[in-house]
């Protein structure tokens, strides 16, 4: 297995339900982050970790819960979500948190809440 | 005004055509910057770094001015297989701005 990977690739939930998605990456990267993409608008950057350390928390609401193991484990734990959290949730990696590194992004969960 | 803006899409343009992208960043103090690219229902991936002095790989050429705050890309000889969204990337202190990209359509 290389690259970035993310499971599950597509989810539906209810606004009740509690959920969690999980990224690996396999290339040895000590940096990773969590994105949501929505129709229509740029990639939002929501969490970064560096080291296991979380780094970065973009004003995220506290419904969206990250979780860094390891170094190449990520997860995003959901729970009471609104319909408008629907949208693509990417994963990525880069070597570490300086400015100037290649992300490797993972195939992203496309997530319906209703 | 947002942080990183690119031109509003899509282009629809004949392939063998040159492309031109711009991309404006608001914060003088950027740091880096990147062009990716994000076919349909695919994840992001790099294109190319953008240094200072410009750069170019095969028919892809990048430009930074960072007097008037922009970013280029240009694309020669254009194919089809270059259909897909471009996403300008500046980096920032601990931010990481992405554009909301422009699509580009490679007509036959």
């Known amino acids: 297995e290389t690259g970035v990977t993310q499971t599950p690739r597509h989810l539906v939930m209810g606004m009740t339900n509690k959920k969690s998605l999980k990224c690996e990456q396999h290339l040895g990267h000590n940096a990773m982050y969590w994105y949501k993409q929505s129709a229509k608008k740029p990639l939002e950057l929501m969490f970064v970790y560096n080291f296991k350390e979380q780094t970065e928390n973009n004003s995220v609401p506290s419904r969206f819960s990250p979780e860094c193991p390891n170094s190449s484990h990520l997860f995003l734990h959901l729970h009471t979500l609104q319909p408008e959290d629907s949208a693509l949730y990417l994963c990525?990696?880069?070597?570490?948190?300086?400015?100037?590194?290649?992300?490797?992004f993972g195939p992203g969960t496309r997530l319906t809440v209703l | 005004r947002k942080e990183v803006e690119q031109d509003p899409g899509p282009f629809n343009v004949p392939e063998g055509a040159t492309v031109a992208f711009n991309c404006t960043y608001s914060?003088?103090?950027?740091?880096?910057f990147f062009w990716y690219r994000q076919d349909c229902r695919k994840e992001p991936k790099l294109l190319m770094s953008?240094?200072?002095s410009g750069n170019e790989d095969g028919r892809f050429t990048a430009q930074l001015n960072r007097a008037s705050q922009y970013i280029s890309l240009l694309i020669r000889d254009s194919k089809l297989s270059d259909s897909a969204t471009y996403l300008c990337?500046?980096?920032?202190?601990?931010?990481?701005?992405f554009g909301k990209g422009t699509r580009l359509h490679i007509l036959p």
């Open positions: 953008v240094y200072s």
């Open positions: 914060n003088s103090a950027s740091q880096s």
């Open positions: 990525a990696s880069s070597q570490d948190r300086r400015l100037a590194r290649e992300q490797f």
């Open positions: 990337v500046v980096n920032r202190d601990d931010k990481i701005i």
